[in-house]
């Protein structure tokens, strides 16, 4: 079988497509040219022929593909010859002829029969087949070259946004001169308005650029603002704890004087007591004594802001039995006695509750309580006549 016998054969097949209406999406270039490898046309050109009965649209994204083929992969094909097309796809097809370059001419066909004709024409002549087997006159290949001309002016437009290319114009009594003119004004229009749009899409790119850096500039001065107020603020911190630790220091070597002080007014009102002297002296000099030794440490009560002669007593008592509680740790003592929980607690010291837990953990081992025995429970019991002892659970 001789190739020219192969080639044809091969290619005047008719192209079966889908039963439904399709609409060809894309031209894919890679297996067109696997298949002319494969069936070893490379060195002879082969002729298309396709069957668009079921086509009713190309996509635009085809439309390039198809120019970019015809352009820089069209010297693989001979000829291209579409049959059975739909009058709605006419025009795009004649389009696509009229853009098609010389060495790639397009052809529609009515029918099987006249695409395997044209085939054959182009078999037996390897010269130009438009000239060989279209007879006209020279008006009419005029209006035909015309024809072309402006259906080729509008696919450059439309599909390769080509608005520079120069349009072929008749003379001004031609009767397709209002068409080809009007194509020309057309295609210096959508020039200027691409010209134009490149224009906008600049002037909005220096736009955004200017305010990302107006915005990158403000952001750092923020950034350099934060960090010089965060070193203040650190300075600050650092002072204010230096101040609370000198405070601190201060307080202790107060507290501890008036813990001495409220020692030695204890053991005073405790001698007090053993006194063999009338009942009224007695009671005097102890109210006065337990006054002094309440305005002393400063305690007060959580809820009423004063102490009664009971919380007096009570703390008399808790401060002799446990010598080693200091101020803070005595009035927390008379707050839990008197009923406050942690928040309240802590509102009353402005410390943070779980600074207060912390305390009442150091005084669970400083009262000297197991585990079992609760704080609040042994205070209360304090004053009672018979309270337990520390170490046992009430």
Known sequence: MSADRRWLEFFSKPYITEREDITLDYLDHDVFATIVKDLDLVNIPPCNIVNA????????RYKQDYIDFAYNLGGSLKMVIIYNMSPSLQPVLETISAIAPERLPVRCAGSYSDAIRMAMEC???????????????????????????????????????????????????????????????????LFQRQLDHRRQVMDLKKSYERNIEEKSLLFKAQQVMNQQMEEMLKKEQSNLRSQIAAKEIELTRISTAISEKTTRLSELCRQFKELDIAPERKKEMVGSCEELIMHESGVRSGREGNVNPVDSRFLSELQRSHP????????????????????????????SPRGVESIRYRLHKKLGLNKHCSIKNYLQNRAAPGSPSPGKAS
């Open 324 to 351: 080693d509680l200091n101020q803070r740790e005595l009035r927390i003592c008379l707050l839990i006695r008197n009923n406050l929980n942690t928040r309240e607690i802590s509102s009353s010291l402005g410390v």
């Open 123 to 189: 078999i037996g002549n390897h010269e130009d087949t438009n000239e060989k087997t279209t007879k006209v006159l020279d008006d009419e290949q005029e209006l035909i070259d015309y024809r072309k001309e402006f259906l080729s002016g509008i696919a450059r437009m439309s599909w390769l946004k080509l608005f520079q290319h120069p349009v072929r114009i008749p003379e001004a009594d031609h009767q397709l001169y209002p068409f080809l003119k009007s194509l020309e004004i057309l295609q210096e229009d």
């Open 53 to 60: 009965e079921h086509v009713r649209e190309l996509s635009y």
